[in-house]
């Protein structure tokens, strides 16, 4: 009985203006018949003793957080994700490479550049004739509008039951999508630093920090007809 526990956070943005990032990265980890039980409490134990050997109040903090952390302190978390036992992929959108109907619909563009790669490849690895029963849990960062996570919602739910009919109709399954914190929940942190370290890489050729994690990247997906994204 097959279950996945996946977790999902972004880097860049979504708008097409001359300001707006050029490149999309949506970063996911992910456990297999199992809660990352274990990986959560490493994750919170680096965090405890990396505020425990900072001296300066002002310095510690509240979470991993790509964008906010210390180039220290994003070295060694990359360090601990990559130790860890959770398979891990990224999804690398050039912009220049969307189409005109999605620029339109950025709700539309958001729940089918996460929704559709992601559940598509857990269906196509995970879900079994032989396993009569498969569950996903859908773990996102807590950032959409109470509409927008109905949306996300449905639209994730529709496409697994799509997908699991594509590839078996015997194949049953059931999907649970949550919106959460990332300061409470320790799995998307690693989703975020995943992100990050490739929309660092893409956006401003720093690759530094891509280069501690690429050997634990199990899925690479990219939008990028003008073959910009190398990997």
Not at 102 to 116: M, P, V
Not at 141 to 170: G, V
Request: charged fraction near 30%; hydrophobic fraction near 30%; aromatic fraction near 12%.
């Amino acid at each position: 009985m097959p279950h996945i526990s996946v977790y999902v956070d972004e880097s860049g943005d979504l708008g097409f203006s001359e300001k707006s990032s050029r490149f999309f990265t949506i970063g996911y980890a992910f456990t297999k018949d199992r809660y990352p039980l274990a990986e959560n409490e490493i994750i919170k134990h680096a965090l405890k003793k990396l505020n425990k050997k900072t001296k300066n109040k002002k310095n510690k903090i509240e979470e991993f957080k790509f964008s906010n952390n210390t180039i220290k302190t994003k070295c060694k978390f990359l360090q601990v994700i990559r130790d860890l036992d959770v398979a891990i992929g990224v999804i690398c959108i050039s912009k220049d490479s969307v189409k005109e109907s999605l620029k339109q619909d950025l709700g539309r563009l958001y729940r089918y550049s996460i929704g559709n790669t992601i559940i598509t490849n857990l269906v196509k690895d995970y879900f079994f004739r032989q396993d009569p029963y498969n569950s996903i849990r859908f773990v996102i960062d807590r950032s959409l509008s109470p509409k927008a996570r109905t949306l996300f919602n449905n639209y994730c739910e529709e496409k697994a039951s799509f997908r699991s009919r594509q590839k078996d109709t015997e194949i049953d399954h059931r999907i649970t999508i949550k919106h959460e914190d990332s300061k409470s929940v320790p799995m998307l942190q690693v989703a975020d630093y995943i992100a990050g370290s490739v929309q660092k890489k893409v956006e401003r050729g720093n690759d530094i920090f891509y280069n501690v994690i690429k050997e634990k990247i199990n899925y690479h997906e990219k939008w990028d007809y003008n073959e910009k994204i190398q990997w």
